[in-house]
């Protein structure tokens, strides 16, 4: 009889540590549902994938959104970190501006090279480990100027020189153009000074009192040429050409 009890007791708790292990498995398995569901949960997006930024580092700031959604339907926000960027990106700052809401501060090194340069940042959401790639793109230090004119008044014109950046000494473009009418055609030279610091230039040209317009009548036309360009040795100008061949109103 002994024996007999012995034996059920030892096949009853053979059961038991059965029935044990089949609920860890099952509690296993839950856990790895909950932790699905959870991932889904987690929101992480941002209004634009490009940064770009002028040869002096100035960036646009982009602005993330990155929160969990709670089952009641509550939500908490989630801090995003900045897991990789390139070498000349000397910061990233992620700094909460709202309720979810994220904006992301770039400063970015002076770019003193003739060429553009392209990189990532890579933004993580903390707990996710959700990723974000932000494209940054920083133009060169190549300066453009460009030569512009205009009819302020009958037979008198302003010639405008504009850089893309401001100069760093003072910049001098002499402009050679022709203007003409029916009677006759007259070769001058526009010379337009950029200060220091500054992005534009004037030169005003009145015609009125010369010759051609005294014996001829009121100018028509112009044409600009290509012009030469001194001072500021630090950037690389190209001179942009226009061509007017019909009559200024």
Not at 141 to 163: D, L, P, Q, S, W
Not at 165 to 192: D, T
Request: hydrophobic share 35%.
């Amino acid at each position: 009889m002994k024996k007999i009890l012995f034996i059920l007791s030892v096949i009853l708790l053979c059961s038991c540590e059965n029935s044990f292990l089949s609920m860890e498995e099952e509690n296993s398995l839950s856990s790895v549902e909950l932790q699905n569901l959870s991932l889904d949960n987690y929101y992480y997006s941002v209004d634009t994938n490009n940064v770009t930024a002028d040869y002096l580092g100035t960036a646009t700031v982009p602005t993330v959104r990155s929160y969990f959604l709670e089952e009641d339907g509550t939500s908490r926000d989630v801090l995003p970190v900045v897991t990789s960027k390139p070498t000349w990106v000397s910061n990233v700052e992620v700094r909460k501006v709202y309720y979810q809401y994220y904006i992301i501060l770039v400063t970015v090194d002076m770019n003193t090279s003739l060429s553009g340069r392209m990189g990532a940042i890579v933004l993580t959401q903390s707990e996710s480990n959700k990723t974000l790639s932000l494209q940054v793109t920083q133009e060169s230090a190549t300066n453009m100027v460009t030569i512009g004119v205009a009819n302020i008044y009958t037979n008198r014109y302003e010639f405008t020189a504009t850089t893309t950046y401001p100069v760093k000494e003072e910049v001098r473009c002499y402009v050679p153009y022709k203007v003409y009418n029916n009677g006759g055609e007259s070769n001058h030279e526009a010379v337009i000074v950029i200060a220091k610091g500054q992005t534009i230039g004037t030169f005003v040209m009145d015609f009125n009192a010369s010759p051609l317009v005294a014996y001829h009548g009121n100018i028509s036309g112009y044409v600009l040429y290509e012009g030469r360009l001194y001072g500021d040795g630090f950037y690389t100008y190209n001179f942009v050409r226009y061509w007017s061949l019909f009559p200024i109103t």
